[in-house]
């Protein structure tokens, strides 16, 4: 029987805490969490007594963690501003990565990313977990029978607390809320729309006109976005992301092709994840299949993203998401604020 592949945790947060901790469980034959580092105690206390990880493998400086523990994996969740620096770190020390989104806060960051990752000769992915919840797995099956798609659209919109600021007691608010930390409406949350959008489309996108904006909150950081994007096969696609707007019928993105449509709810029960339209049949509800106990509970996908990620390290097969998806992704963004500033449409490098 293979050895568990040991963990390092960089960053010991809310998502850790309550969303990557369930996947950990339910790869307990795979995964070992073998050393944590964090700055703030509690969440290394925390996170330690979740998983028994000894105090001398708790460290409040990721580099002393890269230094003295013996790990083969490290997971990166920790503000997005501190992506770039802990990625090059870990990829220098010849650990593979796994990253939560963004990889980076600039295109600038992320060149330097993948240099250190190809000098190094490191696995590295970033967590697009959309793309694995029950409802968006069954749509990418039905992509092919659909045939070339025309346009798509997702919408994520959702209404901040009236403090959301860089002063809100909560820290995960905080640095959302901050330039500084690398938040904002369009890269926090709208990131997710853009990627899940585009997998359904198949298409690179190729220009992007937008307005990226602070139109409500007291912050300094966009809080909503609308992206009008075109791929490079000439299909079109909307995104639409907001912190100001109430969240109703929020959370979901949608494919318009030659023989009919998908409308994946990414926020929904499973029992509403996905719906198919044909001109034979109309709008239509897909069942999907079975899961277990620890997927069936995953709403946002990240026990199943976890699994083939994991899997595929094991393995030493390819990663589900490569780096060229998740740099793909950033460049919309950057193109997007850039699109704001000058008013027009930007063009993206090929991929």
Known sequence: MQKPIRLGLIGCGGIVQITHARAYRALSDTVQVAALADVVPENLQKVGEMFDVPAEKQYTDYREMLGHAAVDVVTIATPHSFHAEQVIAAANAGVAVISEKPMATTLEEADQILEAVRNNGVPYTVVHNYIFTAGMRVAMTELEALGKPHFGRSTGMGLKPADF????????????????????????????????????????????????????????????????????????????????????????????????????????????????????????????PAFGEAESADASGHVRYFTETFNALAADTVLPVLPEMAYHNLAIIEAARKATTERRAIEIPPL
């Open 165 to 288: 600021s860089a002063a809100h007691p909560t820290p995960a608010f905080a640095w959302r809320a901050s330039k500084a930390k690398g938040g904002g409406c369009i890269i926090d949350t709208s990131y997710h729309e853009i990627y899940s959008v585009c997998a359904l489309m198949r298409s690179p996108v190729r220009y992007v006109e937008a307005r990226v904006q602070t139109l409500r909150l007291d912050i300094d950081v966009d809080d909503i976005a609308m992206l009008l994007c075109e791929h490079e096969d000439g299909s079109i696609t909307t995104v639409s992301g907001a912190w100001c707007v109430p969240g109703t019928d929020s959370g979901w993105c949608e494919m318009h092709a030659e023989n009919g449509s998908l409308r994946v709810n990414h926020r929904h029960n499973v029992a509403d994840a996905l719906r198919r339209y044909t001109r034979a049949d109309g709008w239509k509800q897909l069942e999907l």
